[in-house]
């Protein structure tokens, strides 16, 4: 899964928002299981690149519709 952007999210409707949403966070729970098992840094980065996409879709979702 890619990282999103903000202006990614821009152009995304809310149904495509939402499937993002749910991909996202089972690629986190996916991150958690490596780390748990002793992931390398390169988990410690994809977990805080996942972490951050899912908190700024959930902004933009929270915020709604441009107008």
Request: net charge positive.
């Given at each position: ?25 089972e690629?986190?729970?996916q ?13 410690a ?23």
């Amino acid at each position: 899964i890619g990282y999103l952007k903000s202006r990614d999210i821009d152009y995304m409707n809310l149904g495509q928002r939402e499937r993002r949403l749910v991909a996202l966070e089972e690629a986190l729970v996916q991150v958690r299981g490596q780390q748990a098992l002793g992931g390398t840094s390169a988990d410690a980065s994809d977990y805080k690149q996942t972490r951050r996409s899912i908190a700024r879709l959930i902004t933009k979702m929270n915020q709604g519709p441009k107008e």
